[in-house]
């Protein structure tokens, strides 16, 4: 089994940043693709960015575009989102989740995805 650990949410004032890491553990014998995903009260999940295994493509929402980088980190299948310019719309669960094989058509479908994080909560204040 896989383990995806989030970490790096708070409470933030609009315009502010916050960086979110994402780590897997366990049977981990592959690079995955990995992606961030966000759901707020009352609203479905929606996809916010991925990153392929190698790092070759990324993929963002409109929605967090020029704001929001996704990057992959040193040590395999770990992944971070910097989230810059902040807005109170930004306000939600982030989730972090994992891929045995995702691309660039895919990369944004939550059904693409087989391990998922607990979530980590991303508060923007106006």
């Known amino acids: 089994q896989v383990q995806l650990v989030e970490s790096g949410g708070g409470l933030v004032q609009t315009g502010g940043s916050l960086r979110l890491s994402c780590a897997a553990s366990g049977r981990t014998g592959s690079n995955f693709g990995m992606g961030w995903f966000r759901q707020a009260p009352g609203k479905e999940r929606e996809f916010v960015a991925a990153v392929t295994w190698n790092g070759g493509s990324t993929r963002y929402a409109d929605s967090v575009k020029g704001r929001f980088t996704i990057s992959r980190g040193n040590a395999a299948n770990t992944v971070y989102l910097q989230l810059n310019t902040l807005k109170p719309e930004d306000t939600a669960v982030y989730y972090c989740?994992?891929?045995?094989?995702?691309?660039?058509?895919?990369?944004?479908?939550?059904?693409?995805?087989?391990?998922w994080g607990q979530g980590t909560q991303v508060t923007v204040s106006s």
């Open positions: 989740a994992a891929s045995s094989f995702i691309s660039q058509w895919t990369m944004s479908h939550s059904s693409s995805y087989d391990y």
